[in-house]
């Protein structure tokens, strides 16, 4: 009896870890509205690393994306760094990748945890200069 009840204890703490686990990305730190940003597409680790920006860095930045890592977007009003997050498990620079270098208006939920921020880009498009 004593084994049977461990046993169920166990099976059903599996069950809710398991549950809450699989929920992680969608009950998170997010704002769970759209939000709106406009700022430039960039490389977040040549950014964070030596400052770069700009059409004179696009190539470098496309490199990178080919390496694998994710593009972010520079907030023209704050100077915020948002890096894409594909909490819908697809590609985070599938939809900004178009877009490197430029200034564009994005619309998302943004998350923050831990001092880093990031949007789960849903529509892109290019803004006016």
């Known amino acids: 009896m004593r084994v049977t009840t461990i046993l169920l204890l166990f099976g059903l703490a599996t069950i809710v870890g398991v549950s809450a686990w699989a929920q992680h990305a969608h009950q998170g730190q997010g704002t769970n509205r759209e939000t709106t940003i406009?700022?430039?597409?960039i490389d977040p680790v040549c950014y964070l690393s030596h400052g770069s920006t700009?059409?004179?860095?696009?190539?470098?930045a496309?490199?990178?994306v080919q390496q694998g890592i994710p593009l972010a977007i520079l907030e023209e009003k704050t100077g915020r760094v948002y890096l894409s997050l594909p909490v819908d498990h697809s590609n985070p620079?599938?939809?900004?990748r178009g877009f490197i270098a430029e200034k564009v208006k994005v619309t998302g939920v943004i998350y923050s945890k831990g001092g880093l921020t990031g949007i789960h880009v849903k529509r892109v498009e290019r803004a006016g200069t």
């Open 93 to 96: 620079n599938a939809k900004l």
């Open 38 to 41: 406009v700022g430039e597409v």
């Open 62 to 64: 496309e490199y990178c």
């Open 54 to 60: 700009g059409r004179a860095h696009r190539r470098c």
